[in-house]
């Protein structure tokens, strides 16, 4: 589908966007998440200044990068400094605790309704806060997995132990070369699942994910859908953002919410049934918490002046 222009929607008025972003969550019949990497900037993987300096600091004086993603592209002399760079990444950015509890907010919000999310983020937050793992299909891949370099095969493999040992033994920024990880298939050394070019490995689980995500579509096609977009730029608006337009559009029950800071678009042949915030994903998820909390305890206010008038008419009714 082709689109012929883009609207850049006033978001003056933060809160009634918010009131917005609610009404459309109660009044779905299912959530869609396309969450990209503003959403993990926003609960604390941030990959330079104080937090790349406090971890990579080391690495940062002897090789001369700035910060991690200048480090995981560094053409290391060995396998050994690669992966002592490697481990520590992926230690701090998949097994260690998640810096903020955005993403608990955000299962918060969807908890009871019928959600899936979609993801290009490879931290694994979302399976971590407790996301339910049949609704989740991260398509760029995991900084849990690893896959061989070349790849011989379609397989993949956990990393934790792998990873645990190597930056527990690292020394002079350098693993033992005993604990270097090589396909056991073909003995070619492993690397990251990760979609940087053609040998990504898509494995069975990649496949099982798309097709649960697929039919979660299907099952849905024509019903009342928010497509819930979470900090996605336009690195890869492929993947979620411009599918997401595409559906809205097909969709007239559908409505369409982008939270982004700094860049919120979308086409004017859906802007009336477009939510635009240009605002941090924590900030967002922040105020939709609040407005839970103000909601539920009026709620709980109505329901006790209900409950003491029904007490006091007994008490009258009894005199």
Same mark, same amino acid.
């Given at each position: %589908?082709?689109?012929?222009?883009?609207? /850049?929607?006033? =978001?003056?008025?933060?809160?009634k966007q918010?009131?917005?972003?609610?009404? !459309?969550?109660?009044?779905?019949?299912?959530?869609?998440?396309?969450?990209?990497?503003?959403?993990?900037?926003?609960?604390?993987?941030t990959?330079?200044?104080?937090?790349?300096?406090?971890?990579?600091?080391?690495?940062?004086?002897? +090789?001369?990068?700035?910060?991690? +993603?200048?480090?995981?592209?560094?053409?290391?002399?060995?396998?050994?400094?690669?992966?002592?760079? *490697?481990?520590?990444?992926? %230690?701090?950015?998949?097994?260690?605790?998640i #810096?903020? #509890?955005?993403?608990?907010?955000?299962?918060?919000? @969807?908890?009871?309704r019928?959600?899936?999310?979609? =993801?290009?983020?490879?931290?694994?937050?979302?399976?971590?806060?407790?996301?339910?793992?049949?609704?989740?299909?991260? =398509?760029?891949?995991?900084?849990?997995?690893?896959?061989?370099?070349? #790849?011989?095969?379609?397989?993949? *493999?956990?990393?934790?132990?792998?990873i645990?040992? %190597?930056?527990?033994?690292?020394?002079?920024?350098?693993? &033992?070369?005993?604990? @270097?990880? $090589?396909?056991? $298939?073909?003995?070619? #050394?492993?690397? %990251?699942?990760?979609?940087?070019?053609?040998?990504?490995?898509?494995?069975?689980? *990649? +496949?099982? !994910?798309?097709? /649960?995500?697929?039919?979660?579509?299907?099952? $849905?096609?024509?019903?009342?859908?928010?497509?819930?977009?979470?900090?996605?730029?336009?690195?890869? &608006? @492929?993947?979620?953002?411009?599918?997401?337009?595409?559906?809205?559009?097909?969709?007239? /029950?559908?409505?369409?919410?982008?939270?982004?800071?700094?860049?919120?678009?979308?086409?004017?042949?859906?802007?009336? /049934?477009?939510?635009?915030?240009?605002a941090?994903?924590?900030?967002?998820?922040?105020?939709?918490? @609040?407005?839970?909390?103000?909601?539920?305890?009026?709620?709980?206010?109505?329901? =006790?002046?209900?409950?003491?008038?029904?007490?006091?008419?007994? $008490? *009258?009714?009894?005199?």
């Amino acid at each position: %589908m082709f689109f012929s222009r883009l609207t /850049r929607q006033s =978001t003056a008025a933060f809160s009634k966007q918010i009131d917005k972003l609610r009404a !459309a969550l109660d009044a779905s019949d299912a959530v869609v998440i396309g969450a990209g990497a503003g959403l993990s900037t926003a609960a604390g993987y941030t990959y330079s200044g104080e937090r790349f300096d406090e971890l990579f600091g080391d690495f940062a004086a002897r +090789y001369g990068f700035a910060d991690m +993603y200048s480090g995981g592209f560094y053409p290391y002399d060995s396998l050994e400094e690669h992966w002592a760079f *490697w481990s520590r990444y992926i %230690m701090c950015n998949r097994y260690d605790p998640i #810096p903020t #509890p955005l993403y608990e907010q955000l299962l918060n919000i @969807v908890r009871g309704r019928d959600y899936f999310v979609l =993801t290009t983020n490879v931290d694994h937050c979302f399976q971590r806060a407790g996301f339910d793992k049949q609704r989740l299909f991260y =398509t760029q891949g995991d900084y849990g997995l690893l896959q061989c370099s070349k #790849p011989c095969c379609q397989e993949t *493999w956990d990393n934790e132990e792998f990873i645990r040992y %190597m930056v527990a033994a690292q020394q002079d920024l350098r693993i &033992p070369s005993a604990l @270097v990880p $090589h396909c056991s $298939h073909c003995g070619a #050394p492993l690397t %990251m699942n990760l979609r940087a070019d053609d040998t990504f490995v898509q494995d069975k689980g *990649w +496949y099982a !994910a798309a097709d /649960r995500y697929q039919d979660f579509l299907r099952r $849905h096609n024509n019903m009342r859908v928010l497509f819930l977009e979470l900090g996605v730029g336009g690195n890869t &608006p @492929v993947i979620i953002k411009y599918p997401f337009w595409q559906m809205t559009a097909k969709n007239e /029950r559908a409505m369409y919410a982008c939270v982004n800071l700094g860049e919120v678009v979308a086409p004017a042949e859906i802007a009336d /049934r477009s939510i635009l915030i240009d605002a941090d994903a924590g900030r967002v998820l922040d105020a939709l918490a @609040v407005q839970a909390i103000r909601l539920q305890r009026r709620y709980c206010l109505i329901n =006790t002046c209900t409950s003491a008038s029904k007490v006091q008419h007994s $008490h *009258w009714g009894r005199s």
